[in-house]
């Protein structure tokens, strides 16, 4: 039966891994690629059907077409960098997600809210620059893709550097820790939650400056960036994995008092970095499917523990969408919005 229903999504960020998994399931797939990504695409199997445009915003322009259709989007980080919030709501094919979360996930005073109801620890802010006492990160809002963030020493340096900005800015404490991104999915059908991996982020040019001396970088103009090329696997030391639970089972119970009841489910991600002390300090949480899970096309350990056969995220979507249908239960996976056909 999962043959009538096609899976579709954007050909990009971690679309091999969602048609994978849902080619695993049973499902058909369906990308919609652009010229430079559609003989990639076209060279795996696993992918029934193609869409070609010429850039990833016109997607809007293919909803009748897809509406018309047994199609269900799984959507992924590129969704939300080529459309927006208004298109997001728009669409109404069938939607992997909840939109709600969207809105308290895109204000970062409302994601700030939200995680710190959850009992989360987050970066101290401060208002203004004469306020800071400790390193801090300057982050202009319309900054994407980890460009545009300053490092600044004290408040003399804020003077000195940053306070001409004319753009918006959010001044946060600095935290010097490792990063760790934790993977999860949360099954709106059983009520369960999983972690499924976790990454740390391969970011340019950030992760070589460690590579020139010290003393050579000094008086050398560089600024850090945090462009994202790759990820690397870790597996987080035992003794903290219930902290890692407890922070994913909280930003779930929480998100169900604030965006409505169905709050957030399927997959997600919440950005940590651990200082020396064991604290994790949470930057950031995504809303769907990351794509340091493309590390775990086969599975990760941790998804080993819950499923004696390769799980990856985009398959754990796929598996969760049919078990829906199986039950009869697929409105409970997909956003209000959608209309079935
Ligand atoms: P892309 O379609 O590759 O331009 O990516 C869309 C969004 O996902 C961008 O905001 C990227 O920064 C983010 N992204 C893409 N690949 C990765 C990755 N491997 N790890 C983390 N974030 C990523
Ligand atoms: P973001 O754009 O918030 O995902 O952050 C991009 C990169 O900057 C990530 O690798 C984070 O680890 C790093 N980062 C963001 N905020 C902070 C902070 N307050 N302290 C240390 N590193 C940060």
Redesign the pocket.
């Known amino acids: 039966m999962n043959r009538q229903y096609t899976i579709a999504t954007?050909g990009?960020?971690?679309a091999l891994q969602i048609l994978k998994g849902a080619h695993d399931e049973g499902f058909r797939t369906l990308v919609i690629a652009n010229a430079e990504t559609e003989r990639l695409y076209r060279s795996f199997e696993f992918i029934d059907e193609m869409i070609v445009v010429k850039r990833?915003s016109e997607f809007m322009g293919l909803i009748d077409e897809l509406q018309s259709r047994k199609v269900i989007i799984v959507p992924?980080?590129?969704f939300?960098?080529?459309l927006s919030l208004e298109e997001h709501k728009k669409m109404s094919i069938p939607y992997f997600g909840n939109k709600a979360v969207l809105d308290w996930e895109a204000s970062r005073e409302l994601q700030r809210d939200w995680l710190l109801q959850a009992g989360l620890t987050l970066p101290r802010q401060f208002k203004t620059g004469a306020e800071i006492d400790r390193p801090v990160i300057v982050k202009l809002y319309g900054a994407?893709?980890?460009k545009g963030y300053m490092f600044i020493r004290d408040s003399q340096d804020f003077e000195r550097r940053a306070a001409h900005l004319k753009e918006q800015y959010m001044i946060q404490e600095y935290i010097i820790g490792v990063p760790l991104?934790i993977h999860y999915f949360h099954s709106p059908i059983t009520g369960k939650l999983e972690i499924m991996s976790m990454?740390r982020?391969y970011e340019t040019n950030v992760d070589s400056l460690g590579r020139i001396p010290a003393a050579a970088q000094e008086g050398m103009d560089v600024s850090p960036s945090y462009?994202?090329?790759?990820?690397s696997s870790v597996s987080l030391r035992e003794s903290m994995l219930a902290e890692a639970f407890r922070m994913g089972e909280d930003v779930v119970k929480v998100s169900k008092e604030i965006c409505g009841p169905k709050g957030l489910f399927g997959a997600f991600c919440i950005e940590t970095i651990i200082t020396p002390d064991m604290q994790f300090f949470v930057m950031e949480i995504s809303a769907r499917i990351?794509?340091?899970t493309?590390l775990f096309i086969n599975g990760s350990p941790y998804s080993y523990l819950n499923y004696d056969e390769p799980m990856s995220t985009g398959r754990r979507i796929a598996r969760e969408i049919r078990t829906a249908l199986l039950t009869n239960n697929l409105r409970h996976v997909l956003d209000d919005t959608s209309i079935l056909t």
């Open positions: 954007l990009s960020h971690s990833y992924h980080g590129s939300v960098a080529y994407a893709g980890g991104y990454d982020r462009v994202v090329v790759g990820n990351v794509a340091g493309n």
